[in-house]
Nanobody, 124 residues
C-alpha cells in the first residue's frame, strides 16, 4: 500500500519557521517529481513547490525566497522548510507524487499520490 505521510505542521507566529516532512512508503518515488500543495478554507488547492528526481526545484511566486523544498531519496522523504511565515500561508499542506513524471509539474491533476495533509496556522 502506497502511503505519503506529512508531519511537522502546527501553529506559529508570523515571521516564524516550520519544517514539514513527507515520508513515503509502499513504492519508490526516487525517479518521480514530488510536490507540495496547499489549500486554505474556501479556496482551491494551489501549487507551492516541486522538486525533480535530480533536485531541480520550482516555486510559486508567493513563497519564492521563503520556502525551500528538498528530498532525501535514501530516506524516501521530501521536506519543506518554511521561513518568514505569513498569516496568508495558513492552509492545509499536502505532499504529492507524480509517478509518471520526473520533471516539474504544477498541475494537481498530474500528481497521482497524495498525503492526508498537515495543518499550518500562522498567527499575526
Amino acid at each position: 500500500q502506497v502511503q505519503l505521510v506529512e508531519s511537522g505542521g502546527g501553529l506559529v507566529q508570523a515571521g516564524g519557521s516550520l519544517r514539514l516532512s513527507c515520508a513515503t512508503s509502499g513504492r519508490t518515488f526516487s525517479r518521480s517529481a514530488m510536490g507540495w500543495f496547499r489549500q486554505a478554507p474556501g479556496k482551491e488547492r494551489e501549487f507551492v513547490t516541486a522538486i525533480t528526481w535530480s533536485g531541480g526545484t520550482y516555486y510559486a511566486d508567493s513563497v519564492k525566497g521563503r520556502f525551500t523544498i528538498s528530498r532525501d531519496n535514501a530516506k524516501n522523504t521530501v521536506y519543506l522548510q518554511m521561513n518568514s511565515l505569513k498569516p496568508e500561508d495558513t492552509a492545509v499542506y499536502y505532499c504529492a507524487a507524480a509517478s509518471r513524471f520526473s520533471s516539474i509539474t504544477t498541475t494537481p491533476g498530474l500528481y497521482d499520490y497524495w498525503g492526508q495533509g498537515t495543518q499550518v496556522t500562522v498567527s499575526s
